[in-house]
């Protein structure tokens, strides 16, 4: 697997609105599936009984699962955690659960995922110094209770690093979780939103403790601006539900920053959506097609989309990998950055559309 | 083109989540377009301006493009109709707009389909037997007057039989219309979704009227039944959204019937969700896997089900052809019909399920 890498989300084993063959067709590589989500739907059981998660949804390539730390904090109803587990309401249907690292590791170990992560306690945004020592404090032992019972030989898993936004308490948490000898290491909690400057500080904070010879992944960060700028901080993995949300919000990645493709300029354009671009949506219609689907809200819309968005984000790792290659990574991305725009309004507006990510509202039928 | 075919809906110029490539191998021969709602969106300026509808949509094969008469008279808010021709609301935005014959077949030249139907007046399904020969006898000046404007040489024009479900005026109706030479005939306003009696016998008053060597289509009927009820009446051309929108719905068409692919019994099934069918859907995905899609009403759902009941039909028609050929058709339609059981509840929903096909309530993004 070449890095850097992009990881798209299939929370739910899909890549929402795509097929496997186009995911291959576009140079995905490897995707995330996401154990709290299969746990819930259909249930691990059902996954492992259908032969694996790779076998159920028909995909080959590599897979990471998340451990779903970060779902059970921020999309269930938390109910309490200890130092044994976590006990949450399903946001589904409100049913109780309850998890452990070790049932966590047992549900990744069964859905066959190639690369899987150990159980961590993500603190919400705002808490405090107190709580989020003991989140990161409770995350070291959770994780080093998931290195123990990890049993799968050809399968990876690694640690989460986690500290909020405190310097102090990211460097202790990742000199903590690199105690423990992971085949890889990810930094977790910092998809911040607007606050990228802190999320760049929390990540130098960090980076240090990270070995040079282990693939190290800032989990939920994926957009373009971030990937070239989080590959300037040493991080080889990244994902994010960003690319492919925009994307069917119309919001379509060029070299000139995101276009809406609903603005009435589009509808009667006969050239591709981006002139640059070579994926199958840019290949065959022109953008005024492209707008009419969103304009009528047709389903093949967010297919389109997706599918250009994707492919935006798999050229830009390859012209990254060959920029670092020739040594050209500076200029690269300095060069990147003064062509591709992005107004405060559209992270904003990115952030706020994550309700959109509830399955209920996007897909309505 | 082979007969008896059908064709999938393509209202506003795309079958609902696919796109052209996959309509050739699921083995679709022509399409639908509505000058309707490609006049109201994009508008035909800009759909011939990019080129024409063929390739504005990206599709090679046939495209058939009815007049928008039927749409005018159910989805607009109806203003007034007279000889000269229809005026009515926008659904969409209210806007006011007037349509006359001419002008309704110079949007489908604009739109460049292969073949285009004369403008018609539908009337309400329970009108009075006056206001329904009012419409016959307007429908039959109107589709005069296409006739004489229509000037495409490589473009077949077909009129349109209306007169409710009294016998005396769909004989009146069929004699007149064919009295004007068209290259083929439609009969119109007989998709009576419960009352397929009456609609058989409809058929049957108008058949003897129309010529045998010209394709004779029933519009706005396509479910799997009522093709081959359709075709023992001597029906060529179908159409209907009903394969597709029950799809989204979750209901598989397999010969044993409409199967609903979200019951419980679907979650752990290892096998195809018809284990006799060639389908991408079919052959690549589990029924677990598409009962779970549909369970977490991911977009991806709606593509899968619209493959496979796409599929369905056009094995349908081969196989009725096949059956025509070999003289055997109507042991063929015995059989398939002792087979293929549809519930009157089945029935009476996808009539209720209509309005799943207004965008609003199928994208929802």
Redesign the interface.
Known sequence: MPTPAFLPVAS???V????PEELEDIGITIILGNAYHLYL??GID?VE???GLHK???WDGPILTDSGGYQVFSLARLCRVTDDGVTFRSHIDGSEHHLTPERVTEFQQKLGADIIMALDECPAVNADMVKVREAADRTYRWAERCWKHHQSPDQLLFGIIQGGVFPELRQQSAAAITSLDFPGYAIGGLSLGEAKEQTWSMVDETMPFLPQDKPRYLMGVGSPEDIIEGVSHGIDLFDSALPTRVA??GAIFTMQGRQNIRKASY??R?QPVDADCDC?TCR???A??L???F??????????ATIHNLRFIVRLMQKIENAIQQGTFTIFKKDFLSQYKVTDEEIRLAQKQKW?NS???????
Chains 1, 2 share one sequence.
């Open positions: 739910q084993g899909t929402k609105a795509l097929i739907r259909p059902i009984k259908l032969g159920y949804m028909c069917r919000n509808k009667g006969e199958y065959t219609f022109s005024a097609y707008h009419h689907l304009k009528c809200e047709e389903l093949l819309a967010y297919r389109l959109l399955p209920r509202q996007h897909t309505g039928i």
